[in-house]
Structure formats: structure tokens, C-alpha cells
């Protein structure tokens, strides 16, 4: 299972990791790199004013890896833990390091989930300026007061209208990411990542991978045109949409989502199955 940009392992729900272990799944999750309890590289990570400038002109940016690189890390980790490959779960930034993974280790890969995630391809629609703003100004703050304020108004605006991400996705797990490890630059140097990332559509058509694409309807950081895209360049590949859902991997927590959650699992056991 692959985290987004800035994710921890801790930030996934408890409740998606135990309904996989009790279908029998070992499920793996990791820090990506600059994140977490992970490594990082030491030269200086790129301001914000220069990631929101990359956004329309990426080719200025320097960014000091890539998501292939990325992909290699997951490579590595299924090394060190002895596995040939997995059913690998990717989630935003983390679907684009899967389908990286896919592309240049396609044997590792039994199936690829890819949530809310896209394909690289310049021509999807832009992410929501106030997706965007929100995101940017949760970066800056310097305090873990204001951090979490921000933060939380952050995933409100990306979890959309209709679930609370505070009550049931993402935004439940600000605290206890923030203090296990809040590296701000890390966030950054993924977002470099992203923006130079060029266009996977010509090599992900050359896999035959079982392909799930998950997205919610509701998106606004990452247009479910994503997930279209990603389907009708892939040769196996299945779309499902989460009606009223926004840039939120898993509002699973509670009886007001129970219904999104067991439709989630029975569609991911049945397809890795």
C-alpha cells in the first residue's frame, strides 16, 4: 500500500488494514522516501513559490528524484521482506509510483489499485485553485497549532461536502502523523516529483496488469477524469467510482460510510481474487 503526497504509514484507516488481514491479505505499508521515518536527501528542498510556478511551467524545476525512483524504493522494500511481488494498492501520488512500478517491474506487480490517482497525461483537467491554496497554506504554517489547523481545514476542502474528513477519512490522522514526524520539506520534494513527471499513457499500454481505478466523484485535487484516462490506456483495465467522495482514500470509520466501505472491500477481493 502506497501513500500519497506527505502521507505516513500511520495514515492509513485501521479499519481498511484489518478488513485486508482478516481476508487473509498480508498487507505491507511503507514511509515513502522524505516522509515519515524514511531517508531524504540532503540538498535544500524547492520553495513554494517556485513548486506554484512549476505547475504551469514544470520544466523549470529541478527536482532531485522522480517517481521512478520512488517505484525502486517499493522494489526494494518487496526485496528486503523476501515477497516476488504483491497486489500493490496506490493512493494519489502513490497510484502514479504503482503504475511506475508496474511500468519498469511489471513481474512484482499481481494487480494494480489505483485511487483517485492519474496518468501523468498533461492534457486531464487542473486541480481546484482552492484545493491548491488549501494544500499550499497547511505547508507553510511553522507551529503545530496552526499546522493543525490548517491541515484539517486542508482535508476538508479536499474530502468534499458530503463525508467529514476530520469524522471519517484522512483528516483524523493529523496529530498523530504531525507527531511521529512532520518534515515539511518532504512534502515539497514530492510535489517536484509530481510536476516532473512526464506523461505514462505510452508505456502503461503496453501492460497487460489486472488494473482496478478507484476515484470519487466529488475530486478536486485531482480531476476523476484521472482514473478514466488511466482505464482506457490500459488493455485490462476497470473503473469505479465513488459517488459524492472527494480527494479522500478511505471514509471507512463509521455507519454513516458503512455502505461505501463494504462495497470497497467486496469490489477489491473480488478483483484481486
Known amino acids: 500500500m502506497i501513500h500519497g503526497v506527505g502521507c505516513q504509514l500511520v495514515q492509513w484507516a485501521p479499519s481498511l488494514i484489518a478488513g485486508l ?33 512549476a505547475m504551469s511551467s514544470p520544466e523549470t524545476l529541478d ?30 501520488m502513490g497510484g502514479m509510483i504503482a503504475q511506475r512500478l508496474a511500468i519498469h517491474h511489471p513481474e512484482r506487480v499481481f494487480s494494480l489499485t489505483s485511487v483517485m490517482s492519474n496518468t501523468g497525461n498533461p492534457e486531464l483537467p487542473k486541480p481546484d485553485a482552492d484545493a491548491v491554496q488549501a494544500l499550499a497554506t497547511s505547508v507553510m504554517q511553522t507551529t503545530r497549532e496552526s499546522y493543525i489547523e490548517s491541515a484539517t481545514h486542508a482535508c ?44 505514462r499513457r505510452p508505456q502503461l499500454r503496453k501492460l497487460d496488469i489486472p488494473v482496478l481505478a478507484v476515484h470519487g466523484s466529488a475530486d478536486r485535487l485531482v480531476d476523476p477524469a484521472g482514473s478514466k484516462d488511466l482505464v482506457d490506456n490500459m ?37 484481486c481474487c
Open 156 to 199: 476538508r476542502v479536499l474530502g468534499g461536502p458530503h463525508y467529514d474528513s476530520r469524522e471519517l477519512g484522512i483528516g483524523r490522522f493529523i496529530e498523530v502523523a504531525y507527531d511521529r514526524c512532520h518534515r515539511a520539506d518532504g512534502v515539497a520534494r514530492q510535489f517536484a516529483a509530481i510536476l516532473c513527471e512526464p506523461d
Open 63 to 92: 527536482a532531485r528524484y522522480s517517481l521512478t525512483d520512488m517505484a525502486a524504493d517499493v522494489r526494494d522494500l518487496l526485496n528486503h521482506i523476501g515477497q516476488s511481488g504483491a497486489h500493490v494498492l496506490g493512493v494519489s
Open 21 to 53: 488481514v482478516r481476508a487473509g491479505f498480508r498487507v505491507v505499508t511503507m514511509d515513502n522516501r522524505a516522509v515519515g521515518l524514511s531517508f531524504c536527501h540532503s540538498a535544500p528542498a524547492p520553495s513554494l513559490d517556485t513548486l506554484l510556478a
Open 235 to 271: 488493455p485490462n483495465g476497470r473503473l469505479e467510482m465513488w459517488i459524492a467522495s472527494g480527494h479522500q482514500p478511505h471514509p471507512m470509520s463509521s455507519s454513516r460510510a458503512s455502505g461505501l466501505s463494504n462495497s470497497f472491500f467486496r469490489m477489491w477481493f473480488a478483483f
